[in-house]
């Protein structure tokens, strides 16, 4: 269970684009922490887990999923993070956007 959940980190950690130091640093972690996951087998705590999802833009439940096809990236993380902020005449604007670019 943990070493999935550290395999599903590293996917997520790596599809952000930033590096384990500066996500220790953004997630005010000690700077072995990450590092004692990936490579000693040290358990995550779940406060820690909790500051690294908010650095991702992912729930603990996203986190936790063990469904592979239905992981969004970093980017379609964003963008719907940003498309809740939007009016409704811009989320429609933007639908219509969208199907533009599809063509």
Do not use: H
Not at 8 to 26: A, E, H, M, N, Q
Not at 39 to 48: D, M, V
Not at 91 to 100: A, G, P, S, V
């Amino acid at each position: 269970m943990v070493e999935e959940l550290i395999e599903r980190l590293k996917v997520y950690i790596k599809d952000s684009g930033l590096t384990i130091y500066k996500l220790t640093i953004l997630a005010d972690l000690s700077e072995n922490t990450i590092y004692n996951w990936f490579n000693k087998g040290a358990e995550p705590t779940i406060s820690a887990l909790e500051s690294i999802c908010k650095i991702l833009k992912i729930s603990m439940a996203e986190l936790f999923y063990d469904g592979k096809d239905d992981i969004m990236s970093y980017k379609e993380r964003v963008l719907l993070s940003k498309f809740k902020t939007l009016s409704n005449k811009q989320k429609d604007l933007l639908l219509k956007l969208t199907e533009e670019l599809k063509t």
